[in-house]
């Protein structure tokens, strides 16, 4: 074999090498960034669903009957009428209070959100929105029932005022569809989460990927 052939074949071997080397890296690179993404899927999905967790402890909690003591708190609220009026607008205010209190946790599950939707698709991300709609429908019956306290309440007015008492918890029982919504929501997010939370602690069991 000339010296031009074996300097051709050594070039031709040196170039193969090479091209397998890349392919090689590009493989491994690609594989480590799905790595990556998993990784990421799986700790925002994490959070994510502890999050729901907590947001409808509190949202129950917030809705449970309030204590003769206000919760032990400090009520800073003038307080200009008899005391059993006074004693109920109080209990009415309750939920806001014990919402108010626990906003951090709510505004760090909505900021959550975006990245949520960047992950899993705007469709998955629906409990966030009916999350919000809950807490603001507890907020908002509790400022009406405040701001119409007193009033004299007949028809479709009346109506509402029951709504309203509904969304702060009272008297519903059984029949509570403000309780039944926020379970729905979180069991939505589970299934989007949860299955994507065991499988990579199968993989963690199994050794590493």
């Known amino acids: 074999m000339s010296p031009d052939w074996i300097s051709a074949l050594a070039n031709l ?69 008899p005391e059993d009026e006074e004693l109920e607008r109080d209990e009415i205010f309750t939920p806001v209070d014990r919402l108010t209190k626990e906003s951090q946790v709510f505004s760090e599950l909505q900021a959550s959100r975006y990245r949520f939707m960047a992950y899993f698709g705007e469709e998955a991300a629906q409990p966030f929105e009916e999350i919000r709609a809950i807490h603001s429908e507890v907020i908002d019956s509790a400022h009406n029932l405040i701001r119409t306290y007193g009033q004299e309440q007949t028809g479709s007015e009346e109506a509402r005022r029951n709504q309203w008492e509904a969304a702060i918890g ?14 729905l929501a979180v069991k939505a997010i589970e299934q ?16 590493p990927v």
């Open 13 to 81: 071997m040196t170039g193969l090498a090479a091209v397998v080397a890349g392919w090689a890296g590009v493989r491994g690179l690609n594989a480590w960034r799905a790595e990556m993404v998993g990784r990421r899927k799986t700790e925002l999905a994490e959070e994510v669903l502890a999050g729901f967790y907590r947001a409808r402890d509190i949202l129950t909690w917030a809705r449970f009957p309030a204590s003769d003591d206000n919760d032990g708190g400090e009520d800073d609220r003038p307080r200009t009428r």
């Open 170 to 183: 009272w008297g519903e029982g059984g029949g509570d569809t403000l309780r039944r919504r926020l379970d």
């Open 192 to 207: 989007t989460c949860r299955p994507l939370i065991e499988e990579r602690h199968k993989t963690r069991r199994n050794g």
